[in-house]
């Protein structure tokens, strides 16, 4: 081991000297400014939506159905009657955020088999994105308000995509 001691030595040494000289050479050359102005404005984030495949609203889970047509009552203010689940899609999530992530949270980074949901109420559509097992969430920060006569009768028909907005973190109060 006393052999390799001076080599590693010298080595050092060498590198040292390299790393010192590195500095000089850059500062020979005069720098140039780029002329590139800062950003005026954040883009928008987008958050890519996977593709699914459309299957019959008794093939989603007995638990997911509940859980959606629970939310869409609460934020509806109707009774889970009322609810009617017009339109479901099978999926794969790239994330446990499930297409729907908020900022500052920490979300699993695995794939999470799930659905796309819609429920229709009397007062309006609102998109649910769920696991297999029952969580639901929905990327809009406030449901679509229409008529009953004004509502398609199904959300494809309608030949547009809801606006959907990143759900806000709560506020905790003190």
């Keep these: ?29 005069p720098s140039t400014p780029r002329g590139i102005a800062p950003p005026t ?6 958050v890519p939506q996977p ?8 093939s989603v889970p007995r638990a997911v159905r509940r859980v959606v047509a ?3 009552a609460r934020r509806f203010a109707v009774s889970e009657n009322e609810v009617v689940l017009v339109d ?7 994330d446990g955020a499930m ?10 980074q695995m794939l999470v088999p799930g659905f796309r949901v819609t429920a229709r109420t009397t007062a309006g559509l609102m998109l649910y994105h769920t696991d297999s ?13 229409a008529g009953p006569k004004q509502l398609p009768a199904h959300p494809a028909d309608s030949g547009a995509e809801p606006r959907t907005y990143p759900k806000q973190p709560p506020v905790p109060d003190r």
């Design 1 to 29: 081991m006393s052999k390799r001691l001076p080599v590693f030595l010298a080595f050092g040494a060498v590198m040292a000297m390299a790393a010192a000289g590195a500095p000089a050479l850059a500062a020979d050359k």
């Design 41 to 46: 404005r954040i883009p928008d984030v987008v």
């Design 51 to 58: 593709a699914g495949e459309r299957v019959d609203i008794a």
């Design 70 to 72: 629970a939310d869409a």
């Design 88 to 94: 479901a899609e099978r999926l794969t999530w790239n």
């Design 99 to 108: 297409g729907c992530p908020e900022p500052g949270r920490v979300y699993t």
């Design 133 to 145: 097992r029952g969580t639901a969430v929905t990327c809009e920060a406030s449901h679509f308000q």
